[in-house]
């Protein structure tokens, strides 16, 4: 199989309802005579701007308060994606209208996160990196506008009252009794509100639509209140902030925006988003065609947590080593885990995009990560649970060179010479002293092959006081070294890897597996009682993290930071980015070369 990023062979992207729209808005020249001025403009600004180079513009746009998870991968290959496909840009934008939760720390591992799935917003020199924070001016010039046109006011009542008033699914809201404010007490209210008059909570500023809509979203929402608060990037200058509602769709607009990609759960909030839109372009202060939202269902995985409450819950209460844990699915945790973002491509790909939620099983996205390693990753050779191998006929004190591919499909990039001596490392479970009926392996009387090097034949074992295997004994065949004419003068079944025990390089080994047991954490089970409330954390799985110290071929002892092999027969490894030093590199286990867990 070719490798995903092979151009002449890569599979064609695979089709999805938002990919037709795009090619129907194209087809229609839906945004051909859209202006783009290289910066948030008004529409009368635009009209003195070149058309716009870009096709369509889609937008990553996260809100900086918080580590992005494998869900938000699903959401930035699309967005970028598209842009690439279609000869468009995608922005990278941080919607950071929530100066309380919000910080730098969380911007930089973001664009650390775009960048290493390999998604840029940099193209032909147009650089689409954006703040909805650079908006704010924008924004409050905005919300005075929808003020004078009769679209919004000040409402005074405390958060219970307008909560209390808002209605349910099957009752309408009731009016504020502020709601009829004129137009000149509504904008002296919002002036004193930027001038940070009022303490937070005193007013908030809310869209006049219709309390009595089927649809809660338009039953006067909130779109700027009070906030006395330090932000990241704007500092004290502010003392109101725009409600997420509010701030997306001016975001969306103001960078031209062609299609609005957002999940599931924001279908309800769209009739508000064009609202919003529709009002503005009346004023002159938008250009059309105005930016669509288009959801799509989000990423739902077994054997994961996705909530951003649970996966703090599993950091402050530490039940994993930090937002970057290889077991946590932060793409900061992925990354140091060893997973490939290419593999995050791939199962994209293959999962494709729809709008029925649905739950993937986590298998789909180990085995687009093995078939992408299986193409990328050289080959080593690790020692797990190392047992001393003596070839008694072997010289002391001798050692020669056996040749391994570094890669069995890419014989381009050639061989590796392995210390052999008298002295190897084996895995223990490829000994038994009494084997069980298919064993292959060694055992008294039975002959294998050293994989690159010679056949021996096992002799016996040497046993400590408790009477368990400390080595093992054999004698080898010198006419049977691999690569020579006399290599294949002995068949034997066994194949078995080692390490030179002279010359092997002792390293911390990290088995990581999944971070819970069941498919779906937390979930009530089958016999359960139906007053019993089950608890994420109870579904952890114990074995999730297992530390060893291995015997591995001397070449890994200079492996890089984040440099990654297939250890033959045990799965994919990567030199941990963090605690790897020069000479010493410690390795965490990204995926095994097996399915384990089958269908469970």
């Given amino acids: 199989m070719s490798a995903p990023n092979d151009k002449n062979t890569a599979p064609a992207p695979a089709a999805n309802f938002i990919r037709n729209l795009v090619e129907a808005d194209l087809a229609a020249g839906k945004h051909a005579q859209r202006r783009w001025a290289g910066q948030p403009g008004t529409a009368a600004e635009h009209a003195a701007a070149e058309l716009d180079p870009a096709k369509i513009r889609t937008r990553f746009p996260p809100e900086p308060n918080g580590y992005l998870h494998f869900g938000h991968a699903k959401s930035i290959l699309l967005n970028f994606g598209l842009a690439q496909e279609f000869g468009g840009r995608c922005h990278l934008r941080f919607d950071d209208t929530n100066p309380e939760k919000e910080e730098q720390e969380y911007v930089d591992s973001i664009i650390d996160a775009v960048k290493w799935l390999g998604c840029s917003w940099e193209k032909e020199g147009e650089t689409n990196l954006y703040y909805a924070s650079n908006y704010f001016d924008w924004?409050?010039?905005?919300?005075?506008?929808?003020?004078?046109?009769?679209?919004?006011?000040?409402?005074?009542?405390?958060?219970?009252?307008?909560r209390a008033n808002r209605g349910t699914l099957t009752q309408p809201g009731k009016d504020s009794p502020f709601r009829n404010r004129s137009v000149a007490e509504n904008m002296d209210l919002f002036k004193r509100m930027q001038a940070g008059e009022f303490p937070d909570g005193t007013h908030i500023l809310r869209a006049k639509i219709d309390m009595s809509a089927p649809n809660i979203n338009l039953r006067d929402p909130a779109i700027y209140r009070i906030r006395h608060a330090v932000h990241h990037n704007?500092?004290?200058?502010?003392?109101?902030?725009?409600?997420?509602?509010?701030?997306?769709?001016?975001?969306?607009?103001?960078?031209?925006?062609?299609?609005?990609?957002?999940?599931?759960?924001f279908e309800d909030q769209r009739p508000f988003y064009d609202w919003l839109l529709a009002r503005l372009a009346e004023g002159g202060l938008l250009q059309r065609p105005l930016p669509q939202q288009i959801e799509f269902s989000r990423l739902n995985l077994t054997y994961v947590v996705l909530s951003k409450r649970k996966l703090i819950q599993l950091v402050e209460e530490k039940h994993v080593d930090g937002w970057d844990d290889p077991r946590m699915p932060t793409l900061v945790g992925a990354r140091r885990r060893g997973y490939a973002p290419?593999?995050?491509?791939?199962?994209?790909?293959?999962?494709?995009?729809?709008?029925?939620?649905?739950?993937?099983?986590?298998?789909?996205?180990?085995?687009?990560?093995?078939?992408?390693?299986?193409?990328?990753?050289?080959?080593?050779v690790g020692v797990l649970d190392p047992l001393k191998l003596i070839i008694d006929n072997y010289p002391a004190g001798q050692f020669e060179d056996c040749h391994a591919p570094n890669h069995p499909l890419k014989p381009e990039l050639g061989e590796r010479s392995m210390p052999f001596g008298r002295e190897l490392w084996i895995e223990a479970e490829d000994f038994q002293e009494v084997p069980e009926k298919g064993f292959r392996r060694l055992f008294p009387g039975n002959k294998a092959r050293l994989r690159y090097g010679y056949v021996v034949e096992c002799t016996g074992c040497d046993k400590d006081e408790n009477g368990k295997v400390i080595a093992v004994h054999c004698t080898y065949l010198p006419e049977t070294k691999s690569g020579t004419p006399g290599a294949d003068s002995v068949k034997v079944k066994g194949n078995l890897h080692w390490v030179s025990a002279a010359h092997a390089y002792p390293a911390e080994i990290r088995l990581y597996d999944r971070l819970f047991a069941v498919p779906a954490p937390g979930a009530r089970r089958e016999g359960?009682?139906?007053?019993?409330?089950?608890?994420?954390l109870d579904d952890l799985n114990p074995n999730s993290k297992t530390t060893i110290t291995a015997m591995l071929e001397p070449s890994l002892k200079n492996a890089a930071p984040e440099q990654r092999f297939q250890f033959e027969r045990h799965g994919y490894f990567v030199a941990d980015r963090i605690d790897s030093q020069a000479g010493a590199p410690v390795f965490n286990r990204a995926v095994t070369l097996k399915d384990s867990w089958g269908k469970a």
């Fill in 234 to 265: 704007t500092g004290d200058k502010w003392k109101v902030y725009p409600m997420y509602t509010f701030a997306h769709p001016i975001e969306d607009a103001l960078e031209n925006i062609t299609h609005s990609l957002c999940t599931l759960e």
């Fill in 139 to 162: 924004m409050v010039a905005f919300a005075e506008y929808l003020i004078s046109a009769g679209h919004a006011y000040v409402d005074s009542q405390s958060a219970e009252e307008m």
């Fill in 342 to 380: 290419e593999g995050f491509k791939l199962f994209a790909d293959r999962i494709g995009i729809s709008k029925n939620d649905s739950l993937i099983d986590y298998v789909l996205f180990e085995d687009a990560m093995r078939e992408v390693m299986n193409l990328s990753d050289e080959r080593r």
């Fill in 528 to 536: 359960d009682a139906p007053e019993l409330e089950r608890n994420f």
